[in-house]
């Protein structure tokens, strides 16, 4: 199952917005060191042409951060990247 993962996880891109998209659904979780990488998948017709992204989170102290929590030591604003 990880390996099946991991291969996703090497065509998936970045998460930006398109989670709010409602055609996009959850796959799976990896774990690498202080790393953990959610799969998401929009999918298409015909299955080699569906889409991965994922979403990092830092794991620290038993919690997940977003990298910019891990790096800012507080959350992102949501609307500054729509100035």
């Known amino acids: 199952m990880e390996k099946d993962l991991t291969k996703k ?3 998936a891109h970045s998460v930006d917005d398109t989670l ?3 055609d996009i659904s959850y796959v799976g979780e990896i774990q690498r060191g202080d790393r953990l990488y959610k799969l998401y998948v929009s999918p298409s017709q015909n ?3 569906d889409k ?3 979403q990092v989170f830092i794991l620290r102290n038993g919690k ?3 990298e910019y ?3 800012f030591g507080k ?3 949501r ?3 729509k100035k």
């Open 9 to 11: 996880l090497m065509k």
């Open 47 to 49: 299955s080699e042409e």
């Open 79 to 81: 609307n500054w990247r």
């Open 52 to 54: 991965y992204y994922y």
């Open 75 to 77: 959350k992102e604003k």
């Open 20 to 22: 709010h998209r409602k």
């Open 64 to 66: 997940r951060l977003t």
């Open 69 to 71: 929590e891990a790096i």
